[in-house]
């Protein structure tokens, strides 16, 4: 029997987190006897000292907020991919020790939107600036051939969000939140604010939406996601962005691939109920 083998997310706060339910039917797909997944409170102050403490039963682990950034100086290597929005959501502890970080979230952000059809957009507008528009930022660098509109609240984030174009290589406009509106007639619209955020949006969704990925996947759906249904738009939801970046992750961990849609609907299934 083989021995063994541990991975979990780790993050703050992390009761909420779906991981663990996405990795454990990606495992019990795969017959991975003897792999567990678990979720571990852990801040910044806290990180060193619990990697500290894994042993070589380790194969990796998934990491939210606040610990995207603060884990990089504690890694051995990271991908390309990772130091190009200096964010990491994934590490492999290799077979010679070495820890290695990675982020799924860019690539996971274009299979979702791929599984939706969409595989280049001439422009594209975002709703917020945050560490989820960065990676949205990453991610269109990939399919948009051209100007990215992202939609602030300030000054200082519309500042960083065009620095973060610069490094990217995307064309970034910033605009004010106030006319977010606007956002909405592009033919990909990028929702990366909390709940509630985009809510007084709704009202002014166009007769013929194009395509809205909404990173949020609980509550759901939000209020505009439903009047963009409503209207016949494509909706590419958090969920969708949530099982193809654990895929990508399983994946890295086990160096096999599970099935996207037995992991969607383990996810589906605990959403509701919640």
């Given at each position: 029997m083989p021995a063994p083998r541990r991975a979990a997310v780790l993050g703050s706060p992390i009761a909420h987190?779906?991981?663990p339910v996405l990795h454990r039917a990606a495992y019990a797909q795969l017959g991975l006897e003897g792999w567990?997944?678990?979720?571990?409170?852990i801040d910044e102050a806290a990180l060193p000292g619990f990697l500290g403490t894994l042993g070589p039963e380790w194969a990796g682990l998934s990491l939210?907020?606040?610990?995207?950034?603060a884990v990089i100086p504690?890694?051995?290597?990271?991908?390309?991919?990772?130091?190009?929005?200096e964010a990491v959501n994934t590490v492999v502890f290799t077979e010679d020790g070495?820890?290695?970080?990675?982020?799924?979230?860019?690539?996971g952000m274009i299979a979702a939107l791929r599984e939706h059809g969409i595989e280049q957009v001439d422009s594209a507008a975002i709703l917020g600036a945050g560490a989820t528009a960065s990676s949205a930022l990453a991610a269109l660098a990939r399919i948009c051939t051209g100007e990215v509109v992202v939609y602030v609240r300030s000054a200082a984030r519309a500042a960083e969000m065009r620095q973060w174009g610069e490094r990217l290589d995307v064309e970034v406009r910033t605009a004010d939140w106030a006319d977010?509106?606007?956002?909405?007639?592009?033919?990909?619209?990028?929702?990366?604010?909390?709940?509630g955020a985009t809510d007084a949006l709704a009202a002014a969704v166009p007769e013929r939406p194009a395509t809205l990925f909404d990173v949020l996947y609980e509550p759901w759906p939000t209020e505009l996601a439903a009047r963009w249904s409503m209207?016949?738009?494509?909706?590419?939801?958090?969920?969708?962005?949530?099982?193809?970046?654990?895929?990508?992750?399983?994946?890295?961990?086990?160096g096999r691939v599970p099935a996207l849609e037995a992991m969607r609907k383990a996810g589906e299934h605990a959403l509701d109920a919640r």
């Open positions: 987190s779906l991981s567990r997944y678990d979720r571990f409170e939210t907020m606040p610990l995207k950034r504690l890694l051995d290597e990271i991908s390309a991919t990772a130091a190009s929005v070495r820890r290695v970080g990675d982020n799924t979230d860019i690539p977010a509106a606007k956002a909405l007639r592009a033919p990909l619209v990028i929702a990366t604010t909390p709940t209207f016949g738009g494509a909706v590419v939801s958090g969920l969708d962005l949530l099982v193809h970046q654990a895929v990508l992750q399983v994946e890295q961990m086990t």
